[in-house]
C-alpha cells in the first residue's frame, strides 16, 4: 500500500522588528482605525537589513526538524515555496540546503504566490506517497517589505514578513495528507504583480524610477477573486478527502484580509471559531501565513492530534487551492542527547559550507574561468 505523507514536524520564524498601523502613519497617508476596518492587521513583523528570505526559511526549518528526529542528512527534498526570493537564481531552496547541511536533498522553489505553501506540501506528499521520497522539507518564506512601494498606501500597510516550515514523512499510519485542489487562471496575472525585473521587462532606471519593481495589486478585484474561491476551494478539498464539513474541526486560510475569511466562513455556512485567524499581528505574510497560523494554533493547544484541517488559499498569478489532512502528532520527539547533536551537526554544516566554497575558489585558480574539459 502507498505509504501516507504526514507532517511530522512544524516551526515558524519572524523578524524581531514589529511595525504597528500608528507606525506606517507616520510614513503614508494612512491610520490604524482604516487598516483595522478593511484589513483586520493592526501590526506586521519587518526583516532587519541583514535578515533575508533563506535567513527566515533556514530558522523556521531549523525548528521545524528540532521537533523530529529527522537529521538535515536524512532530508530527500527540500521545497521553500517564495514570491520573495534572494535571487532570480539560485533557489533560495538550495540556500537553505547549504545551511543546514542537507547534503542528499534536492532543492527548488515554488512560485505560486501566497498558495504556494499548499502547491508545496501536496508536491511532497504525492513524492512521498509514490514512495520517491521518503522525507521532505517544505518552507513559504518571504519578505515582502523588500518588494513593497512604501509609498503607496494601497499595498505597503498589507504585508509583513517571516516564514513556516514543515517536516513531512512517510507513513504506515493512516492520516496525514488527504486530498488538494490545485487551481490557477493566468488571465488574472495582471491584477496582482511585479512587472518589472524578469525576462519581460528587465530592470532598467525607468521601471525602478516608475517602481515596476515592486507589487502591483488591484486590490478590489482580488478581494471579489478570493472571496470567490476561497468558500469553492474548501469544499471541494473536504469531499475528494471524503469528508463533510462538518468534519473539519479548523480550517487554516491564508491570511490577507479578515473580511475575506469572514465571507468565506459565512459562504460555507462555519462560525468563524472554526478559523485560524492570526493577521492582526503579522499581516499578509504571503506563502508563508499558513505555515505560521498553523504553529501558533498548534502551540495554542487548538489543533490536537487526529483533527482533521483544510488549508486554503489564493494568490497573484491568480493561483488558489485547498488542502485536507489529519493532523498527527510527531512519532518521537527528540532526545537531549539527540539535540545537542543537532547542534553539533549544524556547526559542522557551516564548516562544510566554508570548506566548499573556498574549494570553489581554489578549483577556479586552479582551472582559470573557463569550466574543466572546454577546449
Ligand atoms: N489608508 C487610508 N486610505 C486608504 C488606504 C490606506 N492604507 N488605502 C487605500 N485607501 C483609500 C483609497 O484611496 C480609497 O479612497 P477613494 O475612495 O477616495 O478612492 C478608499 O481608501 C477605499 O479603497 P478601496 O481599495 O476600495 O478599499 P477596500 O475596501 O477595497 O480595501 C484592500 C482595500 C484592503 C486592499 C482590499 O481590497 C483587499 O484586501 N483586497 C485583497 C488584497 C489581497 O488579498 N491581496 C493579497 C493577495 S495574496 C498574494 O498573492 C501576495
Given at each position: ?33 482604516w ?7 493592526h ?17 523556521a526549518?531549523?525548528q ?42 534536492g ?33 513559504g ?139 492582526a ?42 488542502l ?52
Amino acid at each position: 500500500m502507498a505509504p501516507f505523507a504526514h507532517v511530522i514536524g512544524w516551526g515558524m520564524a519572524v523578524p524581531e522588528r514589529v511595525m504597528t498601523n500608528d507606525d506606517l502613519a507616520k510614513i503614508v497617508d494612512t491610520n490604524d482605525e482604516w487598516i483595522v476596518s478593511r484589513s483586520g492587521i493592526h501590526s506586521r513583523h519587518i526583516a532587519a537589513e541583514n535578515e533575508s528570505t533563506a535567513i527566515l526559511a533556514t530558522r523556521a526549518a531549523a525548528q521545524a526538524l528540532a521537533m523530529t528526529t529527522v537529521e538535515p542528512a536524512d532530508l530527500d527534498l527540500i521545497i521553500v515555496s517564495t514570491s520573495s526570493p534572494e535571487h532570480i537564481f539560485p533557489a533560495t531552496a538550495c540556500l537553505v540546503q547549504d545551511a543546514l547541511g542537507a547534503a542528499r536533498a534536492g532543492a527548488f522553489d515554488l512560485s505560486a504566490a501566497c498558495t504556494g505553501f499548499i502547491f508545496a506540501v501536496n508536491m511532497a506528499a504525492q513524492a512521498i506517497r509514490t514512495g520517491s521520497i521518503r522525507t521532505a522539507l517544505v518552507i513559504g518564506a518571504e519578505t515582502l517589505s523588500r518588494l513593497v512601494n512604501w509609498e503607496d498606501r494601497s499595498t505597503c500597510v498589507l504585508f509583513g514578513d517571516g516564514a513556516g516550515a514543515f517536516v513531512m514523512q512517510a507513513s504506515d499510519r493512516p492520516g496525514g495528507v488527504l486530498s488538494c485542489v490545485m487551481r490557477s487562471d493566468g488571465s488574472g496575472a495582471s491584477l496582482l504583480s511585479i512587472p518589472a525585473g524578469g525576462s519581460r521587462m528587465p530592470t532598467t532606471a525607468e521601471t525602478v524610477q516608475r517602481k515596476l519593481h515592486t507589487i502591483q495589486m488591484n486590490g478590489r478585484e482580488v478581494f471579489r477573486f478570493a472571496t470567490r474561491v476561497m468558500a469553492s476551494a474548501t469544499k471541494e478539498a473536504a469531499v475528494k478527502a471524503g469528508l463533510r464539513l462538518e468534519d473539519i474541526e479548523l480550517v487554516v486560510p491564508h491570511q490577507a484580509n479578515l473580511r475575506i475569511i469572514e465571507t468565506a466562513a459565512r459562504a460555507l455556512k462555519l462560525p468563524m471559531d472554526r478559523f485560524v485567524v492570526n493577521i492582526a499581528n503579522y499581516g499578509n505574510t504571503s506563502t508563508a501565513s499558513i505555515p505560521i497560523a498553523i504553529c501558533e494554533a498548534t502551540a495554542d493547544g487548538r489543533i490536537r492530534p487526529g483533527d482533521h484541517l483544510i488549508m486554503v488559499g489564493f494568490g497573484a498569478g491568480l493561483t488558489w487551492g485547498a488542502l485536507a489532512l489529519q493532523w498527527v502528532s510527531p512519532e518521537r520527539r527528540p532526545t537531549p542527547a539527540r539535540r545537542g547533536r543537532r547542534r553539533f551537526l549544524t556547526f559542522l554544516a557551516h564548516v562544510r559550507s566554508f570548506f566548499r566554497r573556498f574549494w570553489w575558489r581554489i578549483e577556479g585558480l586552479l582551472w582559470g574561468a573557463e569550466p574543466r574539459g572546454r577546449t
